[in-house]
């Protein structure tokens, strides 16, 4: 939501019923997308991120040659925390929203979804 004037309507379920509530808006911190690499050929590629506590997205992008990528992202511990094969764009891969813990290392594993085939595609975060 842009900068405005907004209206809340807060009632009980019955009209006659007082409503005693609170209500709390924050604003919405930016969003900064940045490309962590563009795999070229190679069977898999791997990328450690370190959380800062907000949520996180990855993508795969079309580079190079098209491929049916697959994402895992794991903890440092080697724990699968989220995979997607083609949520996004076509055959490309997307972990959308992810809460990285402040300060804990990740590993963001990118392959193509016929394992041992070459990978091409731009890798992204966005958070």
């Known amino acids: 939501?842009?900068?405005?004037?907004?209206?809340?309507?807060?009632r009980s379920y019955n009209s006659t019923s007082p409503v005693y509530c609170g209500i709390y808006l924050t604003a919405a911190a930016s969003q900064t997308t940045t490309t962590l690499g563009y795999p070229n050929g190679g069977a898999s590629y791997d990328y450690y991120v370190t959380g800062d506590g907000r949520q996180t997205s990855f993508e795969t992008l079309p580079y190079g040659n098209t491929t049916d990528t697959v994402l895992e992202l794991y903890d440092l511990n080697g724990n699968l925390i989220a995979s997607d094969d083609d949520y996004g764009t076509g055959a490309y891969s997307l972990i959308s929203k992810?809460?990285?813990?402040?300060?804990?290392?990740?590993?963001?594993?990118?392959?193509?979804?016929?394992?041992?085939?070459?990978?091409y595609c731009q890798v992204t975060m966005t958070r």
Request: glycine letters at 16%; aromatic letters at 16%.
């Open 1 to 10: 939501m842009g900068s405005g004037t907004y209206y809340v309507k807060v």
């Open 98 to 119: 992810v809460y990285l813990n402040n300060g804990q290392g990740y590993r963001l594993h990118v392959r193509n979804y016929s394992n041992g085939s070459p990978v």
